[in-house]
């Protein structure tokens, strides 16, 4: 008898925390047609978001995989749109993520003149800084050098500090 009852009572405890709490998954590796389940995940955070504004009174915590995530638009998440409960986004296990509003981009670079290369990127919108090996490089600005520009070359930390 007191199996029964300790059995019933673990099956109602996992029952009504099924129907309390939602678990998303998101990879690098995923795809956004993907149910976002653990072993379906995700392959983005905006497809994740976007399931969890219809779970509607539910706890909901978006799980990252080991990766980098980059964003291609602001994700906006207000009251208005959002029926969860509540929300959590945080690594799998201690998994390592980086969320980044960069992108890759593979150039081919072709000779222009005087031991100068160039590449064409084709991109929707200008870039504001450029990266090569990890190292932030000098944008082109020639004819249209603006001297009262002011561009930040640095780090958050950078920024803290001063």
Known sequence: MIRKILFSSLLLS????SFGQDKIYV????NDANRGTITKPFETLSAAIKEAIHLSGKD???EMRGGIYSLNETIEISSDNFLARSLVLKPYLKEQITI????QVNLHFLPYKNGILKAELDLT?????????GMVMQMARY???D??????YGTAADAISN
């Open 14 to 17: 996992s029952f009504v925390n």
């Open 27 to 30: 990879s690098p590796s995923g």
């Open 60 to 62: 909901v915590t978006i």
């Open 100 to 103: 980044t509003g960069s992108k």
């Open 125 to 133: 919108t200008s870039p504001d800084q450029l990266f090569l090996n």
């Open 143 to 145: 004819p249209n050098y």
């Open 147 to 152: 001297s009262n520009a002011r561009v930040f």
